[in-house]
């Protein structure tokens, strides 16, 4: 397993979340089957466990509990590396505006990393990455980096970073920010992360009128109050049916692709390359990921500049490509 030495260029910025003392990590292997270890704030004493090679420092029951499951459940389903295709390395470099060599020899931050579909390509790029969530996703993240030296995985909240302010060339946080509680605070927070000279690229779920018809929206108020795994056995089963209405409503000529969004069902047939087979994986993952969620708010392109704005940020961009992408400096 990667022993601390290796990575200890990213171990020393790590804070207390709750006083913001320096974090000293243990002398001595990070063993991935020892839970005994544990960082300990010497000003407010505080002390967060290591486990499983990964320090905690929030509660192991949380908002973003069905997170956890459904990125545990789907380790790989996303991976670049897994499908064969550049799905993810596609959106993100288009999203975030970056390049491999930019990245390279950098230190990047990834917020909400789940099971780490975009560290894949960040590492790849030869950053070393802080990859941080605040579920359990980050076993999963861990596993299908194991063998990364320039990684650390953390477990922790967006509102306390346990992180040095400043401390990082690039930050990025995409298919999260709709999904806390308290939106434009948690973009604050990440701004706080970016060293001057440095770059943050979000992005978030678009309002529109059109969601006030989405039977996403209708339904989430009964099914974010489901067990995970109670409602993914109930998205597993509905899957295979709603599909092939999707993709009938999807022939209509001029409208098909909006009506498609009448059947609650993610469904990527004519976009993404994949197998049948794995579009059926996606379509359990994200139907589930539509319905699961404490927290989804969409947000407005005028709200988001508004954010970076106000941040003090500049080369400001913020545009629709499907989702709201922002992008600037500090």
Not at 19 to 29: A, F, I, K, M, Y
Not at 65 to 87: C, E, K, V, Y
Not at 188 to 216: C, E, F, H, M, T
């Amino acid at each position: 397993m990667t022993s601390p030495l290796a990575i200890e260029p990213l171990t020393s910025l790590l804070c207390c979340p709750s006083c913001g003392e320096h974090l000293e990590w243990p002398r001595g292997p990070a063993d991935a089957t020892d839970s005994r270890q544990a960082l300990d704030c010497s000003r407010c004493g505080a002390s967060f466990a290591i486990v499983r090679g990964i320090p905690r420092m929030v509660s192991t029951s949380n908002y973003a509990a069905s997170f956890g499951f459904q990125w545990n459940r789907f380790s790989r389903t996303q991976l670049d590396s897994h499908t064969g295709h550049p799905i993810s390395r596609d959106r993100f470099y288009r999203q975030s505006g970056w390049s491999p060599t930019e990245l390279a020899g950098t230190r990047v931050l990834d917020v909400g990393c789940g099971a780490g579909r975009f560290t894949e390509i960040t590492l790849a790029a030869g950053a070393s990455v802080v990859a941080i969530d605040y579920s359990s996703a980050v076993d999963a993240c861990r596993a299908n980096h194991a063998g990364a030296r320039n990684l650390l995985v953390l477990q922790g909240d967006v509102y306390h970073l346990p992180l040095a302010p400043a401390s990082f060339d690039f930050v990025y946080c995409f298919g999260v920010l709709q999904h806390t509680p308290r939106v434009a605070e948690a973009f604050a927070a990440l701004v706080r992360q970016v060293k001057p000279g440095g770059r943050l690229a979000i992005d978030v779920y678009p309002w529109s009128p059109l969601n006030l018809v989405w039977p996403k929206y209708w339904l989430r108020p009964l099914t974010r109050r489901v067990a995970p795994t109670r409602l993914f056995a109930l998205v597993e089963t509905m899957v295979p049916a709603l599909l092939p209405l999707s993709r009938l409503l999807g022939r209509v000529p001029l409208i098909g692709q909006k009506l498609k969004h009448l059947i609650p069902v993610a469904d990527y047939a004519d976009r993404l390359p994949l197998s049948k087979s794995q579009l059926r994986e996606w379509a359990i993952l994200d139907t589930f990921d539509m319905f699961a969620p404490a927290h989804d708010a969409p947000q407005r392109v005028s709200t988001v500049r508004e954010w970076f704005v106000e941040a003090g940020l500049h080369d400001v961009e913020v545009f629709r490509a499907g989702l709201v992408v922002g992008r600037a400096a500090r």
